[in-house]
């Protein structure tokens, strides 16, 4: 089985500049998040989506970021414009589960993630 | 306002010892715990979960706890191997909600 594919591997840009990202989640998995790992801390939630909708977008900063997942399979993240404190890892993850009420388990499945630096 | 903690950035243990990682949470309505596993350049790996209605889960040479009361988890690696050296993180969760801790590079020593 595939994993979750994400590209670029490796992003350098200038600040101002605008950048995406693309994933591409395990087949069948319904649902995908957008994580941003900071240097030394753990992943943060940007976005999940169920399907082609975003259930929960509370902690993206829609100013300068946004999110696609047109057809409810492959996923877009945008930063426009970005700014040097954007430098982090970009991480997708997907799982199965459907986002029923808390309780029930689930795996998400990581992929290997944006290495983005903002100069 | 650090929900997961992960207090130890770094461990070392000799190999075919006993290595156990810990998380604290604050928040009690977390219903799900989660351990990964990160290499350099790659993503977090799913390593073993419990419910909070469990205090315990088992597999293979991981073993997770949780003591609700103290709002405590670990991770027990028994015995330990030199490929388990890695970035270990702990997740909670509620309503599909992920907090990860920040957390702990464990080496083992061959």
């Known amino acids: 089985e595939a994993g979750v594919v994400q590209s670029p591997r490796y992003k350098i840009i200038e600040k101002k500049q605008p950048v995406a990202f693309w994933c591409n989640p395990i087949?069948?998995?319904?649902?995908l998040y957008w994580y941003r790992q900071n240097l030394g801390q753990g992943p943060e939630l940007l976005i999940r989506?169920?399907?082609?909708?975003?259930?929960?977008d509370s902690q993206l900063p829609k100013d300068r970021f946004s999110a696609e997942r047109l057809k409810g399979v492959d996923s877009t993240l945008k930063i426009q414009p970005a700014e040097l404190g954007d430098s982090a890892v970009y991480l997708c993850?997907?799982?199965?589960?459907?986002?029923?009420?808390?309780?029930?388990?689930?795996?998400?499945?990581f992929g290997p993630g944006t290495r983005l630096l903002v100069l | 306002d650090q929900q997961v903690k992960q207090n130890s950035p770094s461990l070392s243990v000799q190999e075919g010892r006993i290595s156990i990682l810990n998380c604290d949470y604050t928040?009690?309505?977390?219903?799900?715990f989660l351990w990964y596993k990160k290499y350099p350049a790659e993503g977090p790996t799913f390593l073993i979960s419990?419910?909070?209605?469990?205090d315990k889960n088992e597999d293979g040479r991981f073993t997770v706890f949780l003591n609700k009361s103290a709002k405590h988890l670990s991770l027990h690696i028994v015995p330990s191997q030199p490929g388990d050296s890695a970035v270990y993180f702990c997740?909670?969760?509620?309503?599909?909600?992920?907090?990860f801790g920040t957390g702990t590079r464990l080496k083992v020593l061959a």
């Open positions: 993850a997907s799982s199965s589960v459907p986002g029923l009420a808390g309780g029930q388990q689930e795996t998400q499945y």
């Open positions: 087949s069948g998995h319904n649902t």
């Open positions: 989506y169920e399907n082609e909708e975003a259930v929960d």
């Open positions: 928040n009690s309505m977390f219903d799900y």
């Open positions: 419990i419910s909070s209605i469990k």
């Open positions: 997740a909670a969760s509620r309503s599909y909600k992920y907090i």
